[in-house]
């Protein structure tokens, strides 16, 4: 004889489902971890600012050189603002100087993808193009952009193209590198399978190397957009106003320092959201990925 567990009246049978009532769903976990993580991140933050205002009560350095955080503050304010019939800095918000700076970005990694994919499909499944191309997309990836900037400009002069070319350069050989490294990375039984279906070179490349090569192409793509990120400062050193680099680079020059920090606070956290913009991106072009 059986007998029922004490509290439910009855025995549990064979085809019964368990009580999962107090279990915490899988949703609810992840929103404690979430809070969890931002909570330390909080106090992380809350920890660097005490000791960034330490440093300066305690008159470490000269107040010109490492201002407050309340002095980042106000010119970060001044500078989003219209103050005493000022707009911003240099006639111009920061929300404008970082929307231009990210239209070059925007310009400059659009074209560096156009010509990286094919560039690295090319080198991926081309030996004698990769024997020739793949030691020039080296060379241009150990250059830094100041390296290039002047010739540019030489060039180009100093309206937008040397700015953009700097972008198209800085961030084509990353997506070049990731492209041809995915493709030579495709399994050979996928290849295989399709020649024996009988697809052809054209067939083979648009059907199973780039599908299959699209992750690794996508996260490419991203660094290339980190590259040229950190490369836009660079590029708008000449007649970048309006841009985020000129602004820091004009605020340099008056030895504004709060101005430059609060300059580059705003590239970092836009580059932040540029990052999980892109990411999103990812996972919702490729939600393949990771998968088996």
């Given at each position: ?251 340099q020059r008056y030895n504004q320092t709060a101005l430059v920090i609060a300059g580059i606070l705003a590239v970092g956290l836009s580059g932040i959201v540029l990052d999980a913009l892109l990411r999103l991106v990812e996972r ?9």
């Amino acid at each position: 004889m059986t007998t029922a567990p004490a509290g439910t009246g009855r025995a549990p049978g064979p085809g019964t489902a368990p009580d999962t009532a107090g279990a915490p769903s899988p949703r609810s976990g992840r929103l404690r971890e979430a809070l969890r993580w931002g909570a330390l991140r909080t106090v992380a933050l809350a920890v660097l600012l005490a000791v960034w205002q330490a440093v300066v009560s305690a008159e470490v350095w000269p107040r010109v050189l490492v201002p407050s955080p309340g002095d980042v503050w106000r010119q970060f304010v001044l500078a989003s603002t219209v103050h005493d019939g000022v707009r911003g800095y240099g006639g111009h918000l920061l929300v404008e100087h970082l929307g231009v700076s990210l239209g070059r970005i925007a310009t400059g990694s659009a074209y560096a993808v156009l010509a990286g994919v094919p560039l690295g499909l090319l080198i991926g499944t081309v030996r004698p193009l990769a024997v020739v191309l793949e030691p020039v997309v080296t060379f241009l990836r150990t250059l830094p952009p100041l390296a290039y900037l002047s010739l540019l400009v030489i060039w180009f002069g100093i309206d937008e193209a040397p700015k953009i070319w700097l972008l198209v350069i800085a961030a084509l050989p990353p997506i070049a590198a990731a492209t041809a490294a995915a493709v030579r990375a495709v399994p050979g039984h996928l290849v295989e399978a399709a020649r024996a279906l009988g697809s052809g070179p054209t067939a083979l490349l648009l059907s199973v190397r780039l599908p299959s090569a699209l992750p690794e192409i996508l996260t490419g793509v991203r660094i290339a957009v980190g590259v040229a990120y950190t490369s836009v400062v660079a590029a708008e050193t000449v007649n970048g106003v309006p841009g985020i680099g000129g602004m820091i680079r004009d605020a340099q020059r008056y030895n504004q320092t709060a101005l430059v920090i609060a300059g580059i606070l705003a590239v970092g956290l836009s580059g932040i959201v540029l990052d999980a913009l892109l990411r999103l991106v990812e996972r919702t072009a490729v939600p393949w990925r990771g998968r088996t």
